[in-house]
């Protein structure tokens, strides 16, 4: 930590952290004599004891409690905005923290990332991708991938990619003498396979052909956790289940995989980059989101452009 000459504040800071004058002294590179004086300074100008010294030991008072938090907040924030302004013009560098969704994360964002780590040596990933959402609030991330709408939060910025599209669908081999369905009830008399909410299947949106909004609860023969097991059932004949678009693209296209009721599925969820609001983008962070945007948005769109086409064929 170095000193920097009438940086009293700074001072007095250390000798929180360090516990003592003289430990403080010797990471500021001062005298004791000179950390003592500093203290004093701010304690004469505001008239109160910011610590209660004996020869044993040395403890904050209440109000210097109080004045130690207000200034490592303020010190916090000032060492965050100068770090953004040193860094503007210098290459990504750094440690960035991500947070990605499990599937989507692993298979449509995180390869882009990677591609960072080779083009920029000095910077350095932490990407999570665990079930929990991590906090963007507290400082913990830096930039995250999110699937579904957001809740209305303070200090935050969204950049919206795309929808994430669903489709319906089942085996080739599951349809072999099996009439697909043509309308959501047509659904009953086929095996289903879902995902789970406390044990009970997680209802379909569908829409109705008043424009409404239909929430339909499948009696499901599967109840499974997550895209990939569900994809696992469908490939294996047991029955037709709802997953992501862009998961199925291929199989869809070649005929692996036969899509039913579109144009009825609702429930296609809006993916967002989110980052906390700052006066300005670090590159690191910029790198980072422009690499997002360049991954997600042609995915995505190229989804919806290949479900339309799929459609139009269907009505002919």
């Not at 701010?42 to 109000?63: D, G, Y």
């Not at 440690?95 to 995180?110: D, E």
């Not at 008399?189 to 879902?194: A, G, K």
Request: aromatic share 6%; net charge neutral; proline share 6%.
């Amino acid at each position: 930590m170095r000193h920097q000459s009438g940086d009293d504040i700074g001072v007095f800071l250390a000798v929180c952290e360090a516990g003592s004058f003289v430990a403080a002294s010797a990471r500021l590179r001062l005298s004791a004599s000179a950390v003592a004086k500093a203290v004093g300074r701010i304690e004469q100008r505001l008239n109160v004891r910011l610590f209660k010294r004996t020869t044993r030991s040395l403890s904050l008072t209440a109000e210097g409690a109080a004045y130690r938090d207000v200034c490592g907040a303020a010190y916090r924030d000032v060492r965050r905005i100068e770090t953004m302004l040193t860094g503007l013009s210098d290459e990504p560098a750094g440690v960035l923290n991500i947070s990605l969704p499990p599937l989507f994360g692993s298979q449509i964002v995180a390869p882009a990332l990677y591609t960072l780590i080779r083009k920029w040596p000095r910077l350095t990933l932490n990407i999570d991708s665990s079930l929990e959402q991590l906090d963007l609030s507290n400082g913990e991330v830096d930039l995250a991938v999110r699937i579904g709408e957001l809740p209305n939060a303070g200090g935050l910025v969204a950049r919206r990619l795309g929808l994430q599209h669903l489709v319906l669908c089942g085996s080739h081999d599951y349809f072999s003498g099996r009439q697909p369905p043509e309308t959501v009830d047509d659904l009953t008399t086929h095996d289903l396979i879902t995902g789970s909410a406390r044990g009970r299947p997680t209802p379909w949106q569908f829409l109705q052909p008043d424009g409404g909004l239909l929430s339909w609860h499948p009696k499901a023969r599967l109840l499974l956790e997550g895209s990939l097991l569900t994809l696992s059932a469908i490939r294996s004949g047991e029955g037709i289940g709802l997953v992501p678009y862009w998961l199925v693209r291929a199989e869809i296209a070649d005929g692996r995989l036969v899509s039913v009721l579109q144009g009825r599925i609702a429930g296609h969820l809006p993916v967002h980059a989110v980052w906390p609001a700052a006066p300005f983008l670090l590159p690191r962070l910029r790198a980072a989101i422009d690499a997002i945007v360049e991954a997600v948005v042609p995915a995505l769109n190229s989804g919806a452009e290949e479900m339309s086409e799929y459609l139009a064929t269907l009505r002919r």
